[in-house]
């Protein structure tokens, strides 16, 4: 029943890709391996079975960072926080990318909560929340996801409201690492996904994105890749 609806959502998704008015900048650099690139240590006593690290995967290592800034917000941070954390998919891209909660029962996010985020074609992907802060929460990657590695979500405020994703990842298998770093498909799938996250939690918000969005991507081949 999933993989019936992977045409339309394909379309969707395609169509949406092509049509994005959002300004981003984009930047990607080729690094040397060095620790400021790995991501944060699992916290201690968390829950590590199944979960798949940078260390189990294949290919180079993509640090990346999208982040956006918004003016006029009707929302604090901690509001805007915890209208995430209740529903995800109050900011997801529902008609292509929707959070299925498949573990943990609470109305709200707690730690040890599993997800699935369906997306149309074969790039569902498992999750676990294995860290929860005020203001930021970070899921590890489970097997079956296309990725080893970890991806956090923070909200913050200085002058302007602003909201961060960063990654940690490499390709979980050769397959995925064809796709992602030489084709570069699921590459561009994954920017449309979080680009669109970004721009829901604008909405959620209820304030105007200043900037556009920032996309920054460290590659490091060296030390991380098999």
């Not at 199944?50 to 290919?59: A, C, M, N, Q, R």
């Not at 990842?169 to 050769?174: H, L």
């Not at 900037?211 to 991507?217: F, M, N, W």
């Amino acid at each position: 029943m999933t993989a019936a609806t992977w045409p339309a959502g394909i379309a969707l998704t395609s169509w949406d890709y092509m049509w994005r008015s959002t300004v981003m900048h984009r930047q990607e650099r080729l690094e040397a391996g060095d620790a400021g690139h790995l991501p944060p240590s699992y916290p201690d006593g968390v829950d590590d079975t199944e979960v798949i690290g940078v260390p189990d995967g294949y290919g180079p290592l993509f640090h990346r960072r999208y982040s956006t800034r918004i003016r006029e917000s009707q929302s604090g941070p901690d509001q805007l926080f915890q209208a995430l954390t209740d529903d995800l998919n109050r900011a997801a891209p529902t008609k292509f990318a929707r959070f299925q909660r498949v573990r943990g029962d609470g109305e709200s996010m707690r730690l040890g909560d599993e997800f699935v985020v369906r997306m149309p074609g074969p790039w569902d992907g498992p999750v676990r929340i294995i860290d929860l802060q005020p203001r930021s929460f970070r899921l590890a990657t489970l097997a079956g996801h296309l990725e080893a590695g970890q991806i956090e979500f923070r909200v913050d405020q200085d002058d302007l409201l602003s909201f961060e994703i960063e990654s940690w990842a490499r390709s979980a298998t050769p397959l995925s690492n064809l796709l992602y770093h030489r084709v570069r498909m699921a590459k561009e799938i994954q920017l449309h996904m979080w680009i669109s996250f970004l721009e829901g939690v604008v909405s959620l918000s209820r304030g105007r994105m200043t900037g556009g969005i920032r996309i920054d991507t460290h590659r490091v081949e060296n030390g991380y890749s098999t």
